[in-house]
């Protein structure tokens, strides 16, 4: 088999999973959720293609002290409540004072996020809703399954899980939890969403208030400002 190739950059990798979503299209209970950073941009191009208000859930991985890339939990806020998961299969390589050190230090800066991104501007209501929740990719799963948790305490109708990469492992576990796992990419040799991209450049907190701002962002519309 012909090796799959890399997504070209953040709004490639949403074109492609906006086509894997095509029957969700134009439904008036649609809300498309990014996990920011990476997610965004992801998914302002499958909101864009969807015609479906987006939003953001924002979420802080807890790595652990020595492999701080690895999650050993996840911290994700919509509103006011803070929903914490653990990955269980590392609890074994943490302990409770350096889960608990991290998750304080974790949602100080996600509040922070929290407020430069979204401002005064209230949480999106998600009662009701089918909702889409959309990342750049997914490994152990922990910050989206805390994103999970934090949209699910709104009651939505429906929670689908939508990535352009990710474990196989993880995406058959989290199927279990949502009522649907969108993932068009599942390589074998899976071993980090990076792999995924050719362009994997980090996405920044401007990038993100441009995405949630200005409709146009998906489409390589220049933000109004960016005209002055």
């Known amino acids: 088999m012909t090796p799959r190739r890399p997504y070209a950059d953040r709004l490639a990798a949403g074109g492609a999973l906006a086509r ?34 987006l939003d953001a859930v924002v979420v802080r991985k ?51 996020r929290q407020r430069a991104y979204r401002g005064d501007r209230p949480p999106p209501s998600v009662a009701g809703r089918t909702v889409i929740i959309v990342d750049d990719g997914l490994a152990t799963g922990a910050t989206m399954r805390a994103a999970v948790a934090a949209v699910r305490r709104g009651r939505p109708e429906a929670i689908v899980v939508a990535v352009p990469i990710g474990a196989r492992d993880t995406c058959v576990l989290l199927a ?9 990419w599942t390589p074998a040799d899976f071993t980090a969403v990076g792999q995924g991209y050719r362009d994997f450049s980090a996405t920044a907190d401007d990038e993100v208030r441009a995405v949630l701002g200005w409709p146009g962002y998906a489409a390589g519309e220049p933000h109004p400002r960016q005209e002055e």
């Open 62 to 112: 807890l790595g652990l002290p020595d492999q701080p890339e690895l999650a050993m939990g996840a911290v994700a806020v919509l509103g006011d409540r803070l929903e914490v998961v653990r990955t269980a299969r590392l609890a074994a390589d943490s302990t409770d004072e350096q889960f608990e050190a991290a998750l304080r230090r974790e949602s100080q800066e996600l509040r922070r």
């Open 176 to 184: 279990a939890e949502v009522d649907e796992v969108i993932c068009p």
């Open 20 to 53: 894997e979503l095509g029957r969700y299209a134009e439904r008036r209970d649609l809300l498309v959720l990014g996990l920011p950073r990476g997610g965004m941009p992801v998914a302002a191009r499958v909101a864009q293609a969807l015609l479906a208000p």
